[in-house]
T-cell receptor, first 111, second 118 residues
Framework: DAKTTQPPSMDCAEGRAANLPCNHS???????VYWYRQIHSQGPQYIIH???NNETNEMASLIITEDRKSSTLILPHATLRDTAVYYC????????????FGKGTLLTVNP | GAVVSQHPSWVICKSGTSVKIECRSL??????MFWYRQFPKQSLMLMAT?????????EQGVEKDKFLINHASLTLSTLTVTSAHPEDSSFYIC??????????????FGSGTQLSVL
């Protein structure tokens, strides 16, 4: 898996968009970018994943740069319940599917 | 999203006893499940990959005789911590790989088991 780098922590005001960056400069062409989050003392929750194109679902949007060396997870209207550790993971899937979690970004949404 | 049930949520046991943790995929079949452990203020560490009908694959440094994994059906994997000691106290989390059409390559996680060994 390509190594990913995330800032250790970020703050965001409630109701504003939260933009979480992730660098994956050594990502290979067949590796997806996955985002998960973990609220304190719970199991991680899947958010979104993508390969090349930008993706959007009911939780978030994923913007992947054209060279695929970095991506941004966007929570359009952050709420207090979005406070969590957010993990960005690169993996090729298939028979190599095995997600390894780094330290992630602790996002704190403030009232 | 898919539902993965993990039981028990927390367990306290005496040193030297064995503890079994169950992980069930409730609405899909999972040929592959993963077991993680997490110490306070640290990230998840992958322990092993559990494959239905075959032996689990353990990550480097994880004792297979200490952490017994059984994946006897497409909806159930179990982790048994044998002869538990205080250093085994941790948060254990299972996950199941959902490969159904339309779900893509996603992992769904259980709610975790907090193990405290006295």
């Amino acid at each position: 898996d390509a190594k990913t780098t995330q800032p250790p922590s970020m703050d965001c005001a409630e109701g504003r968009a939260a933009n979480l960056p992730c660098n994956h400069s050594t990502i290979s062409g067949n590796e997806y970018v996955y985002w998960y989050r973990q609220i304190h003392s719970q199991g991680p929750q899947y958010i979104i994943h993508g390969l090349k194109n930008n993706e959007t679902n009911e939780m978030a949007s994923l913007i992947i740069t054209e060279d695929r060396k970095s991506s941004t997870l966007i929570l359009p209207h952050a709420t207090l319940r979005d406070t969590a550790v957010y993990y960005c993971i690169a993996n090729s899937g298939g028979s190599n599917y095995k997600l390894t979690f780094g330290k992630g970004t602790l996002l704190t949404v403030n009232p | 999203g898919a539902v993965v049930s993990q039981h028990p949520s927390w367990v306290i046991c005496k040193s030297g006893t064995s503890v079994k943790i169950e992980c069930r995929s409730l609405d899909f079949q999972a040929t592959t499940m993963f077991w993680y452990r997490q110490f306070p203020k640290q990230s998840l560490m992958l322990m092993a990959t559990s494959n239905e009908g075959s032996k689990a694959t353990y990550e480097q440094g994880v004792e297979k005789d200490k952490f017994l994994i059984n994946h006897a059906s497409l909806t159930l994997s179990t982790l048994t911590v044998t002869s538990a000691h205080p250093e085994d106290s941790s948060f254990y989390i299972c996950s199941a790989r959902d490969q159904r059409r339309g779900e893509g390559e996603k992992l769904f996680f259980g709610s975790g088991t907090q193990l405290s060994v006295l």
